[in-house]
């Protein structure tokens, strides 16, 4: 069984920063695609961030020069950081893994408030 483990949300000010972590049980390399997906309250779950195995990556236009996403093979952990955040950015954002199905974690709340 895959388990996926986000950390990292919170409440920050517009403008400020923050890097959401994803803890993966199993190599990340067994995956086809790691990614970060975000929902907000009453809206579908979106795309933020995608990485392949073999490094390319994929940006929602929402994000594009603000938000990067990276990994540490050997902790088996991607990240997501967030930089120049505004309120908009404000949802729950869930880790995704894909291999021949999707895997999803918990989700970790991200709150852009004055």
């Known amino acids: 069984q895959v388990q996926l483990v986000e950390s990292g949300g919170g409440l920050v000010q517009p403008g400020g920063s923050l890097r959401l972590s994803c803890a993966a049980s199993?190599?990340?390399?067994?995956?086809?695609?790691m990614g970060w997906y975000r929902q907000a309250p009453g809206k579908q779950r979106d795309l933020v961030a995608t990485?392949?195995?073999?490094?390319?990556?994929n940006y929602a236009d929402s994000v594009k020069g603000r938000f990067t996403i990276s990994r540490n093979n050997a902790k088996n952990t991607v990240y997501l950081q967030m930089n120049s955040l505004k309120p908009e950015d404000t949802a729950v954002y869930y880790c995704?893994?894909?291999?021949?199905?999707?895997?999803w974690g918990q989700g970790t709340q991200v709150t852009v408030s004055s």
């Open positions: 995704n893994a894909q291999r021949q199905r999707d895997y």
């Open positions: 199993r190599s990340i390399f067994s995956f086809d695609v």
């Open positions: 990485l392949t195995g073999g490094g390319s990556t």
